[in-house]
C-alpha cells in the first residue's frame, strides 16, 4: 500500500533562508506524488505534482521537489523563505490499493522568523 | 473559472442533531471527494463520488453519508452528531478522479456542543 511520511511536524527557519520540508513515501508501483499548501481556515492548494515526466519538479511561489527512487523522497525547497510561505504543507500520493486515493501526510507546519 | 464552492463556511450544532453540507464542483468535474481533517487525526477521507455514484469509501460510521446530483453538485450529511464530528470538511473535485490533480474548497469548519 502506498503512504508518505513527513519527518518533522513543525520548521522553523528565517526569512531569506533555505525552506527544506522532508516526505517519503512508501509505493511498489511508480507513485503520482503532490505537495499541497494550506493557509489558516482555507482548503489545500497544490504546490506541484510529481508523475513521472521529470525527477525535479518546480512549483508555485518558487517551491520546487525532486523525486528520488532511491532514497524514496520527494522533499519540498525553497531557496529564501518569505513571510507569507507560513501555513502547513502536506505531502501525498495516490493509493490504488485502498479506498482513499489520495493518502496524505501529517502535515508539517511551516514558520517564518523575522 | 469558478473554483470549488462549499457552504456554509461555518455550523453550530448541538449534539444528536443532524448536519448537511452542500460542495459545488468546478464547472466539468465529475468527480467529488470529501475529507474530514482534525489536528489529531489530520486529513482523512470520508467518501468520493462520480457521477453520481459513490466510488470509494473511508473507514467512517454509517452517521456519515452523501450523495451527488447529475450537475455534479454533491452533498454530506452527518446524522446524529457527537462532539468528535467537530471537525474542518474538505471537498474537492477533479475531472475525472483523483488520480491526478485534486482541486480543494475553502472548507465547512463545523462546531458541534
Known amino acids: 500500500a502506498q503512504s508518505v511520511t513527513q519527518l518533522g511536524s513543525h520548521v522553523s527557519v528565517s526569512e531569506g533562508a533555505l525552506v527544506l520540508l522532508r516526505c517519503n513515501y512508501s509505493s511498489s508501483v511508480p507513485p503520482y506524488l503532490f505537495w499541497y499548501v494550506q493557509y489558516p481556515n482555507q482548503g489545500l492548494q497544490l504546490l506541484l505534482k510529481?508523475?513521472?515526466?521529470?525527477?525535479l519538479v518546480k512549483g508555485i511561489n518558487g517551491f520546487e521537489a525532486e523525486f528520488k527512487k532511491s532514497e524514496t523522497s520527494f522533499h519540498l525547497t525553497k531557496p529564501s523563505a518569505h513571510m507569507s510561505d507560513a501555513a502547513e504543507y502536506f505531502c501525498?500520493?495516490?493509493?490504488?490499493?485502498?479506498?482513499?486515493?489520495?493518502?496524505f501526510g501529517s502535515g508539517t507546519r511551516l514558520s517564518i522568523r523575522p | 473559472k469558478a473554483g470549488v464552492t462549499q457552504t456554509p463556511r461555518y455550523l453550530i450544532k448541538t449534539r444528536g442533531q443532524q448536519v448537511t453540507l452542500s460542495c459545488s464542483p468546478i464547472?466539468?468535474?465529475?468527480?467529488v471527494s470529501w475529507y474530514q481533517q482534525t489536528p489529531g487525526q489530520g486529513l482523512q477521507f470520508l467518501f468520493e463520488y462520480f457521477s453520481e455514484t459513490q466510488r470509494n469509501k473511508g473507514n467512517f460510521p454509517g452517521r456519515f453519508s452523501g450523495r451527488q446530483f447529475s450537475n455534479s453538485r454533491s452533498e454530506m450529511n452527518v446524522s446524529t452528531l457527537e462532539l468528535g464530528d467537530s471537525a474542518l470538511y474538505l471537498c474537492?473535485?477533479?475531472?475525472?478522479?483523483?488520480?491526478?490533480?485534486?482541486?480543494f474548497g475553502q472548507g465547512t469548519r463545523l462546531t458541534v456542543v
Open positions: 501525498a500520493v495516490i493509493s490504488y490499493s485502498s479506498a482513499s486515493k489520495i493518502i
Open positions: 510529481y508523475t513521472s515526466a521529470a525527477t
Open positions: 474537492a473535485s477533479s475531472p475525472q478522479g483523483q488520480d491526478t490533480e485534486a482541486f
Open positions: 464547472s466539468g468535474h465529475r468527480s
